[in-house]
């Protein structure tokens, strides 16, 4: 059973700071490439961040470069999303997702790549 479970979000002014976690229960964590998304009211699903198996490359949105910071910690089954200069823009469902085996070079920039998602949490930046 494969279960990812996202924590960390919540309600904060415009220049805070908020760090997500995904707990994963993916018997292949450590050998997963892990991604980041977000979905803001009306819009469609974007692509936030990833970071591969190892955590020896990570990828970002240019909208959010500079700013987030995606890391893994394969001992504990968790990745995590270090959000820093929040901005209202910013406010979405965050979702973090798995994918299990090698998709293609740019694969971690599609959501229909990953095999496994979790239920979001919310993030809400006022101005």
């Known amino acids: 059973q494969v279960q990812l479970v996202e924590s960390g979000g919540g309600l904060v002014q415009a220049g805070g700071s908020l760090r997500l976690s995904c707990a994963a229960t993916?018997?292949?964590?450590?050998?997963?490439?892990m991604g980041w998304f977000r979905q803001a009211p009306g819009k469609e699903r974007e692509f936030v961040a990833a970071?591969?198996?190892?955590?020896?490359?990570?990828y970002y949105a240019d909208s959010v470069k500079g700013r987030f910071t995606i890391s893994r910690d394969n001992a504990k089954n968790t990745v995590y999303l270090q959000i820093n200069n929040l901005k209202p823009e910013d406010t979405a469902v965050y979702y973090c997702a798995a994918q299990t085996y090698y998709r293609g070079s740019y694969a971690y920039l599609d959501s229909d790549k990953y095999g496994y998602w979790g239920q979001g949490t919310q993030v809400t930046v006022s101005s």
């Open positions: 993916v018997r292949t964590f450590s050998s997963s490439l």
């Open positions: 970071v591969s198996w190892n955590g020896a490359g990570t």
